[in-house]
């Protein structure tokens, strides 16, 4: 099991700048990438970015690409996400996960974190 616990959310305003982090207990040798999700009222769950533990290689949404950076402490079993020029397109509940394989769809992960909320106001 992988114990997933996000912190940092809040509320914004417009072209501010957001962390939000993600800390992993547990079996995290077990998992091979940590994924940021995020959903809006009304709306699907969407990828927003991925990072690789051993690599740190990078993947991103394209409606956050540029503004977002996702980064790994390895040290700390941590997983960053820096939000910059939001939106309130942006605003959602960022989800933490991880899996076991490359990939940009939630089906593909197994263990979920239980989201911290992001308000971006215009």
């Known amino acids: 099991q992988v114990q997933l616990v996000e912190s940092g959310g809040g509320l914004v305003q417009a072209g501010g700048s957001l962390r939000v982090s993600c800390a992993a207990s547990?079996?995290?040798?077990?998992?091979?990438?940590m994924g940021w999700f995020r959903q809006a009222p009304g709306k699907e769950r969407e990828f927003v970015a991925a990072?690789?533990?051993?690599?740190?290689?990078?993947y991103y949404g394209d409606s956050v690409k540029g503004r977002f950076t996702i980064s790994r402490d390895n040290a700390k079993n941590t997983v960053y996400l820096q939000m910059n020029s939001l939106k309130p397109e942006d605003t959602a509940v960022y989800y933490c996960a991880a899996g076991t394989a490359i990939a940009t769809t939630p089906h593909n992960y197994n263990y979920w974190g239980q989201g911290t909320q992001v308000t971006v106001s215009s």
């Open positions: 547990g079996r995290t040798f077990s998992s091979t990438i």
């Open positions: 990072v690789t533990w051993r690599r740190g290689t990078t």
